[in-house]
């Protein structure tokens, strides 16, 4: 939870989080890993590197497109009226 909250800036609960890894698990795209701290330490399988590459790339088009879409749209003044 606490790297979550470093690197994204998100605070999750402990259900988010811990559903999550669940969901994850079940779906084959990660594994848990032995461990001999308190903490359970995960790994992509090849299916989640997978998927996570299509995400990844999908994010990209995504961006690449609002990106294209910023640079041709005319500039907006906005002007607050009073009252």
Same mark, same amino acid.
């Given at each position: 939870m606490q790297d979550i909250e470093e690197f994204a800036g998100?605070?999750?609960? #402990?259900?988010? *989080?811990?559903g999550a890894i669940t969901r994850l698990e079940e779906r084959g795209l990660i594994r848990p890993l032995s461990s001999d701290s308190r903490t359970r330490p995960y790994e992509l399988t090849s299916a989640g590197r997978t998927v996570l590459q299509s995400?990844?790339?999908?994010?990209?088009? *995504?961006?690449?497109?609002?990106?294209?879409?910023?640079?041709?749209? #005319?500039?907006?003044? *906005?002007?607050?009226s009073g009252s």
């Amino acid at each position: 939870m606490q790297d979550i909250e470093e690197f994204a800036g998100v605070r999750l609960g #402990p259900g988010s *989080l811990y559903g999550a890894i669940t969901r994850l698990e079940e779906r084959g795209l990660i594994r848990p890993l032995s461990s001999d701290s308190r903490t359970r330490p995960y790994e992509l399988t090849s299916a989640g590197r997978t998927v996570l590459q299509s995400v990844v790339s999908e994010m990209r088009a *995504l961006v690449d497109e609002v990106t294209s879409r910023l640079s041709r749209a #005319p500039r907006v003044v *906005l002007q607050r009226s009073g009252s």
